[in-house]
């Protein structure tokens, strides 16, 4: 009896533990119910894209991919919005809605560029601003490069060239020109070095902030692993600063053009801004256009050129380009 007694007690305390736990617990899920709604339709929205077998997984996250994704490139993407303009223009100018005067059709000026090109005179102009873009670009990018390196590597080049750098890069590149026609003459050298200083700045802002973000986990890493300095800037340092690298060099192309274009309207005897002045004071509006033309053919040229390398050199990155 005394056994049956202690028994029956705590099962009547085991009871009111429950009916008290149960009671707190229904209390605290009456305080959260709306955290508790919450968190199962969380839930629920993860179990739905949550892979249920290995082939159904696969799937589901390739779907999710292709939502999120931009998808694959198009071939030649890149000519449908110059080749739509185009179009726009040519339906312009066939409904008569455009100033032939002003802005004459694609088929004029088309016309009046194989006149040139036959003629020898655009062929004479276009080879002397290849070679002024071509020379002042080489000079700012080992020029761009070179500063880069020394002021994201060492902390005395980051002091001695980073705040001259950003000093010049707040000056406007073309506000230089009278100084450097002072300094050295209005040949052709002073038109060299306004184009190398608008390519370098690009590729030096970009190199350099590049090189300032590698993580400094890789430069511990090396230190552990024993490199030399050879190799860690060859195995690190490089691979790190590519990618800044090739949207500076990107800006810099375009940047050797936008400086050409001005430079040769100054003192110049032959180039595609020579013959777009001299159009100007004819008032030769196609000859303009035919000039402005070449200049966007070049720019994209070699634009799609620096694409082209940075995916081969870049080609172990996934990226959404990619």
């Known amino acids: 009896m005394t056994i049956s007694t202690s028994t029956s007690t705590s099962t009547n305390t085991s009871t009111s533990t429950s009916t008290s736990t149960q009671t707190s617990t229904g209390t605290d899920t009456a305080v959260n119910a709306a955290p508790t709604v919450a968190a199962v339709g969380a839930v629920e929205a993860v179990a739905a894209v949550e892979p249920v077998g290995a082939g159904d997984g696969s799937r589901v996250r390739r779907r999710r991919r292709r939502g999120l994704a931009p998808g694959r490139p198009w071939p030649a993407s890149r000519l449908a919005g110059p080749l739509l303009l185009i179009a726009l223009w040519a339906a312009a100018s066939a409904a008569g809605r455009l100033d032939t005067g002003a802005i004459p059709a694609p088929w004029t000026v088309l016309k009046t560029g194989v006149h040139l090109w036959t003629d020898g005179t655009l062929t004479t102009d276009v080879l002397t601003s290849l070679e002024r873009a071509g020379y002042g670009f080489a000079i700012g990018l080992v020029a761009g490069v070179t500063l880069a390196l020394a002021s994201g590597l060492t902390r005395t080049g980051e002091a001695l060239i980073d705040g001259t750098v950003q000093l010049n890069r707040a000056i406007p590149t073309l506000g230089l020109i009278p100084l450097f026609i002072l300094w050295l003459g209005i040949g052709e050298t002073f038109k060299i070095a306004i184009i190398a200083i608008v390519v370098y700045i690009p590729i030096y802002l970009n190199t350099h902030a590049a090189l300032s973000g590698i993580d400094h986990r890789f430069v511990e890493l090396a230190e552990v692993q024993g490199l030399s300095k050879v190799r860690f800037i060859r195995q690190i340092v490089i691979p790190g600063a590519l990618p ?64 082209l390398i940075e995916r081969r050199v870049l080609s172990w990155r996934r990226t959404l380009s990619s």
Do not use: H, P
Not at 249 to 275: D, F, P
């Open 244 to 307: 800044g690298f090739f949207v500076g060099l990107r800006l810099g192309v375009t940047g050797s053009w936008l400086g050409l274009v001005v430079l040769e309207q100054i003192n110049a005897t032959s180039g595609l801004g020579y013959m777009m002045f001299q159009a100007q004071n004819y008032g030769q509006s196609d000859v303009i256009l035919v000039g402005l033309l070449i200049y966007g053919v070049f720019g994209l040229i070699s634009d799609s050129a620096v694409r």
